[in-house]
């Protein structure tokens, strides 16, 4: 296969919904890449990949990794046999810089966008249509606002819902939700306790039967810490999505959480994934993937895509507000907590342009650490 281009997009696609969160602009931030290949003796054909722009969206760092490594060095090679082997040479040539975060971000893009192109997507065989998905909230500025959402999130053909509140309104916003709405609720934390406030705040929620809290604890590779958690607590517990090696995966499924969240548009793209996804059959612990729950559909189609070829998803996280159909014509329908898969990933390049890349300030509180860090 030979590489002809490589091109990213930084975009700024807002969250916007009613009720409007707190994250509009914060979640505002994607960073796409579109890669030409081509066989020979055939036509030329497209990929895209998505890199999650994390840590409060500092995309300089990731566009610095496809501008100084990837794009250069791919188009050097142009001529690619197997794109698994390139991204096992590059992991070895940036292990200095730290192959996670930023690093594995930037690969994840350019990986998904190459495998994408490649047409790699049809030799693995799809084992249902219909993936269960749930919808992931951002984060509204009371309980009012996500009990309002909740009633959305069912009418748009959700059954669970991902509250993403400040620890401290979990418990009211459980109660208001529980006793208006049927609808299973699950929480995510991101990372606020130590193990003791942890144990109390799990000992008070668990009457509510939620499916799952993420990340309790601080810092999230503290697996000795989740360990202890894991065996105290009845209430099941899911991690992972700042998890980037296998290592690291390894090392927080023997911490006997109950569920491994990988990103795969964090940890290095689809190779990777995979990998994750088979460490965690063979660990006999469910896999639901992480996904920022924003107006973007590229990592989404990808994850829906290996959910389709893979019955160890257990379900996919998705974003309750619509998605741009301007720029992604063939958005999957939601019905009865599933999502039908489409057979590939449509864009409108030419829509991209709606939606300009913003460059501001974007911090995500996401722990509310008693301590005010």
């Given amino acids: 296969m030979e590489v002809i281009d490589i091109k990213y ?76 082997s390139l991204f096992e040479r590059l992991e070895k040539i940036t292990f200095t810089a730290g192959n996670c975060g ?17 047409n790699s997507y049809k030799y693995i065989g799809r084992v249902r249509e219909r993936v269960p998905v749930y919808a992931s909230f951002p984060r509204y500025k009371d309980c009012k606002e996500a009990l309002k959402a909740s009633r959305i999130a069912v009418e748009r053909g959700f059954d669970l819902i991902k509250l993403h509140q400040p620890y401290s309104e979990v418990e009211d916003c ?36 939620v499916e799952w809290v993420e990340e309790p604890i601080w810092p999230p590779n503290d697996y000795e810490t989740m360990s202890k958690l894991a065996e105290k607590t009845g209430v099941l517990i899911a991690a992972g999505e700042n998890e980037f090696t296998l290592t690291g995966f390894k090392r927080l499924m023997n911490s006997g959480i109950a569920l491994v969240q990988p990103d795969i548009a964090k940890i290095g793209g689809l190779k990777k994934f995979m ?37 160890w998803i257990k379900m996919v996280e998705y974003p309750l507000a619509p998605l741009p159909r301007d720029v992604f014509p063939l958005i ?42």
């Fill in 332 to 373: 999957p329908e939601v019905k009865k907590g599933e999502a039908i898969v489409p057979d590939n990933l449509v864009i409108n390049e030419d829509a991209l342009r709606n939606y300009p890349f913003e460059r501001k300030l974007r911090v995500l509180m996401f722990s509310d650490l008693p301590e005010g860090g």
């Fill in 9 to 84: 997009f930084p975009l700024s696609i807002p969250y916007i919904d009613d009720p409007q969160p707190l994250w509009v602009n914060e979640w505002g931030i994607q960073l796409y890449i579109k890669a030409l290949v081509r066989e020979e003796g055939q036509e030329i054909r497209v990929g895209w990949g998505e890199t999650l722009v994390a840590g409060s969206g500092i995309i300089s760092s990731y566009i610095g990794v496809i501008e100084d490594l990837l794009i250069p060095y791919i188009m050097k090679e142009r001529k690619i046999n197997s794109v698994s």
């Fill in 102 to 118: 930023v690093v594995s971000g930037a690969f994840s893009g350019v990986e998904m966008a190459l495998n994408h192109a490649s």
């Fill in 275 to 311: 990998d994750v996804l088979s460490l965690a059959k063979a660990m006999n612990i469910k896999v639901i993937p992480h996904l920022r729950p924003q107006r973007s559909y590229i990592a989404l189609f990808h994850t829906l895509y290996v959910a389709s070829t893979n019955l």
């Fill in 174 to 209: 459980l109660k208001e939700i529980k006793r208006e709405i049927n609808v299973k609720v699950a929480i995510d934390l991101n990372c606020p306790f130590d193990y003791e406030r942890a144990i109390k705040f799990l000992d008070r929620i668990s009457r509510y039967e």
